[in-house]
């Protein structure tokens, strides 16, 4: 890998900190050649520090850490995009990320469509839409309609129209994300226990 220092008169580099799972961004530092020397052999986060002007491992003091997962460079050469697993909250305000956000994974229209889920359950003027229907039923009867759901799966599965596949797996998904927030539970929970049984099986 090589990086341009010289391009900047300070030798910096801009090192954007993005988690490896979220892939949300967490922080922006600079690294000058040695930072970077550091960062590869400890395998946690280095940056100088313009203010301290001194190498500045990130978690140094609070033990917050950005282990390091993988590191990228851009185009130009004179951008690193380093991904990283954070022990703990990444600013020194103690928010997750330095734009004050929750690092929290985004599941993109999956994401939404949970939200619309959780409206529906909650806000009373939503009271005669078919997610309602459903939660008022109880969880007998969403657990029952995700089982149904799965069979029609199975079958189509075994069949050559993969748009009716297709349908059919979006109305279990769709179902299943119900009986997630009918048990209390989000997309993020089944997530976090695939993720510990990753770090399982890695560790075996």
Known sequence: MEIN????????????????ITKNVLMLGFMN??????????????FFSRSKNRLWTKGEESDNFLNIVDVKLDCDND???IMADPEGPVCHKGTDTCWGEKNVSNFGFLS????????????????N??????????INKIAQKVGEE????????????DLDFL????????????????????LRDVEKTLQSRHKFDRNE
């Open 5 to 20: 220092f010289d391009k900047y008169e300070n030798g910096l580099v801009p090192a954007i900190i993005q988690d490896s």
């Open 33 to 46: 050649q040695e930072a970077f020397s550091k960062t590869e052999k400890e395998k946690k986060v280095t």
């Open 79 to 81: 951008t690193l995009l």
């Open 112 to 127: 939404y469509l949970e939200e619309v889920i959780e409206d529906r359950k909650n806000d009373k003027e939503q009271q």
């Open 129 to 138: 839409s078919y997610v309602a229907s459903l939660f008022r039923k109880g």
């Open 150 to 161: 799965a069979v029609e799966v199975v079958i189509e599965a075994k069949d050559e129209n």
């Open 167 to 186: 349908s059919e797996s979006a109305d279990l998904l769709f179902h299943f994300m119900v009986l997630l927030q009918a048990k209390g539970f989000h």
